[in-house]
């Protein structure tokens, strides 16, 4: 559609759409060349984009949605005006009936729920990023492809767990599995109690290849993580002093160390067990505690 045939409402699309690119962008610390360039859209095509000078074609806006894990209608207002201004119309409705003290509450909870999802965006990317990179170092494009969509279905539904697609991601890793690579293995992780990472007791094991770059590696001990992690499995581990809510996390509880989900909610942090048969751990402030890494396979 050439700019002279542009309506007064593709106008207003135009700087939400830009607006909207703007912001996932400067969210997830990239730069819109290589987002462009991950994405197979043209770069002058995407700069047309973030300048709010051109409506982007569906298909194009579909490849963004599905990187950040989102719906098309979170970045274009043409596929859910109507749904959308609905919901806004509802909540202003409702939020203009509570006393002030009340208005303040929904405020904070929405500021928190914008945090939450700057967050996940961020997450997003720097885990696309990660795995493109193991990607095309080992040429498994259709593992890559599967691992992807995992992880963007994980982040955008944090709290559920889709034994399909595990199942999935890890019977095709076993397909690829034909050669062999010697990993050490730096002792155990529990998945349930707690148990002490022996960074001293090490083990040289041959594990099925491809291996992504990693930090260490531990041997999962009980079932609290299933159906992700069973008792046995080997995971390999990214070591980072930051981590955000909705990661699998490797971190040590008053000197016990622990495979878990972290859960931020305001003031509360907890570490959830996938298993519904195990209790989740509530941080406390005067708990020694010790972040070694984020899960990354």
Known sequence: MGRGKLTPQDLEDLKVISSNIQRLLEESGMKQSQLASILNIPKSSFNEYVKGRTLPKAGNIQKIADYFGLKKSDIDPRFSKKSTSSVLEKITYTARQLNHKRQLKVLDFSQQQLSEQKQATKLTAKKHLADRKMSEEVGGAEYQ??????????????????????????????????????????????????????????????????????????????????????????IFVKKTPEIYHGQFIIVIVNNKAYLKKLYKKEQEIRLISLNSRYDDIILQEDDDIKIIGTVIT
Do not use: C
């Open 145 to 234: 492809k599967i691992v992807d969509k995992f992880i963007a279905n994980e982040i955008k539904n944090q709290d559920n767990v889709y034994l399909d697609s595990i199942k999935k991601a890890k019977n095709l890793y076993q397909a690829l599995g034909n050669r062999y690579e010697t990993i050490v293995l730096y002792g155990e992780v529990s998945a349930g109690t707690g148990i002490w990472v022996d960074h001293e007791k090490q083990e040289t094991i041959q594990y099925p290849a491809p291996i992504p770059k990693h930090d260490i590696a531990l041997k999962v001990s009980g079932n609290s993580m299933e159906p992700l992690f069973y008792n046995g499995d080997v």
